[in-house]
């Protein structure tokens, strides 16, 4: 955040179709969207593991494990007995012939839960009892509220009745479904394959084919890697909608990616963050002039469009809306499918963003604004989404999307034709370890440090930037110049703390350049002194305490070479050389100019990688160590053929003369408020005429999967003129550089990146082993 072995499956093994795993016999049509590629159609599945016959079986000892996975994406009645579940009016029922029931598509909302969608688009809900059918549903996003679950998920379970029948329990009320309404026991029900079924909403993928390019010749694997990712940002910033629209959800994509005036107000008249920065970016923003507009709760003027799925007005778009969701889990599997291979997701979060969002009222939480609760929640959500994908896909393990744990989990994950997903931490208040604790802020010293790293080790977390955006415990901010500066005062109640006193050369990042506030700038001695101003009431009361420093706040800007005037303390220390010691993945770009320095010279006594992430090298160093960071291509070509990949090359070489593996990867920073590539054409896109735009279908760099024009719901995307809307634009992002590029072979070391990746992940480990962690 910048504020940023392989299996030849058939299509319908590796889409979970249901199928008769004791008889293996299959009947009708499957849907095989979930993987291949191919547009969902009617479907019809044969039945798992279960009885078509009307005779009890015996119910004594240990009930059998029915099969509750491959259901998912096949067309159903329900019976029990001689009836069948059908609907009449606004109800539903057992009491229908086979003629007159019901046919639902089962949607999978987790492992072994379902939701099922009848011919008619109705669900089969239980709120407080009776069975109803409702075709909208309400949701924890649509009502903002964290403890709902909602009625229209169903749990398979064996029969406590009949241990050849399933039994389906309501995850809301943790009751079972019976003849028409809840009970304590439930009938025993059968699936009956059927026709006819309505898919349940669903985006498309708008590619087709199958894996098969896992490894180069030379036994190195083959793939790209996102050194930096954020998937889950809807669950940053107390989770409340400040940023819109989630990676999945459990009830579909129209719960995913709804109209996000649910959050954003009417034309995203509350979105002020995203109005600021989409505006200003990096750039002083002008904030007196937006006072008015905060005491009204709302911008005086419309900021977006809000429609989201199916129409999608105006959002998706990486490179204009900062806070709309750009790695829905289809976007991500179309990315992956061309030849994106590993992903290292870091939760990251802001809560000094968050109490003024939700201190002013403009918009509401789901649950607290610290920084850890929102890393947990993220840590969480990334299994939740594995295990959704799983689902998808027809069981535990069969899904793409792998959270990774080692190195050598990684290369059989990579290796196998999926997605290795490496979890990381990329937040302000790391550890709750804040600059000037507040009251139930724990002790930070070495012992809760190595208890922290310990307790996120064990969750899987592997990549850590020791500090984000606002001074901490262990270095001060990375002294980025935006208006996000405000928050660091607020977050610590110091003033801000740059000087002309910098390294020489300076090593540069976030940390160089003029001071935009130049009122808040009074250089301390000691870093971690007493703070002079008292900003503890900022989260209820953020305006009125911003307010107080006005006059500072609009003074101008300071001109000069500043950077931040102290460096990694003794407790920042200790946690890099904690980190070293884990075999830890150490993110060194949001250190500031001392800390950065004083982190190389760490690494170097160490002789220990490092990651940069944001495209720091240090001048090459970074290879020397067997670091890696990240690469990206222009906007815009010259007349000059090869210009798209020529500064790729240029890196490529620097790896390779600092004697590092020639491969890098991109560092998207997608949903961390970063932007992403702009388009090539369009009026005012380039500064020359452009040519050569990406054109239907073309095939993958591997040539194992052919893409065609990518939709989102009914908008129809066009990357020539939109750029790098969301991340499953990243084969025409590869087709573009491909069209332009001299040589194939000229993209041959991103496609090694993966690798490059890991290798640096396998020397951290070697090191700490030989360093004695």
């Known amino acids: 955040m910048r504020l940023a072995y392989f299996v030849p499956l058939t299509l319908a093994a590796l889409t979970g179709c249901p199928s008769d795993p004791a008889a293996g016999t299959e ?61 009449s009016g606004d109800a539903f029922s057992f009491g229908a012939d086979k003629a007159g029931a019901a046919r639902f598509f089962m949607k999978a909302a987790d492992l072994g839960t379902y939701l099922f969608y009848d011919q008619d688009g109705g669900y089969l809900v239980a709120e407080d009892g009776p069975l109803v059918r409702q075709t909208t549903l309400v949701s924890d996003v649509t009502l903002i509220d964290d403890t709902y679950v909602s009625g229209a998920e169903w749990t398979l379970e064996t029969s406590v009745v009949d241990w050849s029948q399933y039994q389906l329990r309501n995850r809301r009320n943790d009751q079972l479904l019976g003849t028409d309404a809840l009970a304590a026991e439930g009938v025993p029900v059968t699936f009956e394959a059927a026709d006819g079924c309505t898919p349940h909403p669903e985006l498309t993928l708008d590619a087709s084919g199958q894996i098969d390019r896992t490894m180069f010749d030379d036994g190195d694997l083959y793939g790209i890697v996102d050194t930096h990712s954020h998937i889950h940002s809807n669950y940053a910033f107390g989770g409340g909608g400040l940023f819109h629209g989630g990676a999945y959800h459990r009830l579909g994509v129209e719960h995913a990616l709804p109209d996000c005036s649910i959050s954003h107000g009417e034309m995203g008249r509350k979105d002020f963050f995203g109005y600021i920065f989409d505006n200003t970016g990096n750039e002083e923003a002008d904030l007196a002039s937006l006072l008015p507009d905060l005491v009204a709760k709302q911008l005086s003027e419309d900021n977006h469009a809000t429609a989201g799925w199916p129409e999608f007005t105006e959002w998706p778009d990486g490179p204009r809306r900062s806070t709309h969701q750009t790695q829905y889990w289809v976007w991500l599997q179309r990315a992956y499918l061309a ?25 509401k939480s789901r649950y607290g604004c610290d920084d850890m609760s929102a890393v947990d929640r993220i840590i969480d959500e990334t299994y939740a989404m594995e295990r959704y994908i799983d689902a998808q896909s027809g069981g535990p393990g069969l899904g793409w999307f792998r959270v990774v744990h080692t190195p050598a989990e990684a290369r059989e994950v990579i290796a196998g034709g999926k997605l290795a997903v490496v979890l990381g931490i990329e937040t302000s208040n790391l550890f709750d370890c804040k600059l000037t604790p507040g009251d139930g802020d724990p002790t930070c010293d070495e012992a809760y440090v190595e208890a922290q790293l310990d307790h996120y080790y064990d969750l ?53 350049g003029n001071v935009n506030f130049g009122g808040l700038n009074m250089p301390r001695d000691v870093y971690d002194s007493t703070p002079p101003n008292d900003n503890s009431k900022f989260p ?24 931040q005037n102290a460096t990694l303390t003794a407790l920042g220390e200790h946690m890099i050389r904690q980190m070293m010691a884990r075999g830890m993945l150490i993110e060194v770009d949001h250190l500031p100019q001392w800390s950065y320095v004083r982190a190389y010279e760490m690494l170097q006594e160490a002789d220990y990688p490092a990651v940069g992430s944001h495209g720091r090298n240090n001048n090459g160093l970074l290879y020397e160590l067997g670091g890696t960071s990240a690469t990206g291509f222009p906007n815009c070509r010259t007349d000059v053929p090869g210009s798209t990949v020529q500064g790729f090359k240029d890196k490529i070489q620097l790896i390779m003369d600092n004697g590092g593996y020639p491969a890098e990867g991109f560092g998207f920073d997608l949903n961390g408020f970063a932007g992403a590539r702009r388009p090539r054409f369009g009026d005012g896109a380039c500064p020359t005429p452009q040519t050569d735009p990406v054109t239907y279908p073309f095939s993958s760099f591997g040539g194992d999967v052919e893409f065609t024009q990518p939709a989102v719901g009914n908008r129809q995307l066009d990357f020539n003129t939109e750029g790098l809307t969301h991340i499953g634009l990243l084969p025409e992002l590869i087709e573009d550089a491909r069209r332009d590029a001299v040589d194939e072979a000229d993209l041959e070391p991103l496609f090694r990146s993966a690798e490059g990746y890991i290798r640096t992940w396998e020397r951290a480990e070697a090191r700490a082993a030989e360093l004695g962690g």
């Open 540 to 563: 209820t009361a953020p305006l009125t305490t911003t307010t107080m420093y006005l006059s500072q706040i609009l003074e101008p800007a300071l001109e000069g070479p500043y950077c």
């Open 27 to 87: 009947s009708g049509t499957q849907d095989t969207s979930s993987e291949s590629g191919v547009t969902t159609t009617d479907t019809v599945g044969t039945v798992p593991t279960t009885s078509t016959t009307d005779e009890p079986t015996g119910t004594t000892g240990e009930p059998p494990m029915l099969d509750t996975y491959s259901f998912a994406n096949g067309c159903y009645s329900l019976r029990s007995g001689d009836v069948y579940l059908a609907a």
């Open 460 to 512: 899987g977390v592997r990549a850590i930037f020791p500090v984000h955006k606002y001074d901490n415990k262990f270095s001060p901010g990375d002294g980025d110049r935006a208006f996000i500066e405000l928050g660091n005062f607020a977050n610590s109640g110091h003033w801000s703390n740059f000087t002309l006193d910098c390294p020489d050369p300076q090593v540069g990042g976030f940390d160089s």
């Open 339 to 363: 030849g994106l291979r590993l992903v290292v997701q870091h939760a990251t979060t802001n809560a000094i963003i968050c109490d003024f969002m939700i201190g002013e009222g403009i918009q």
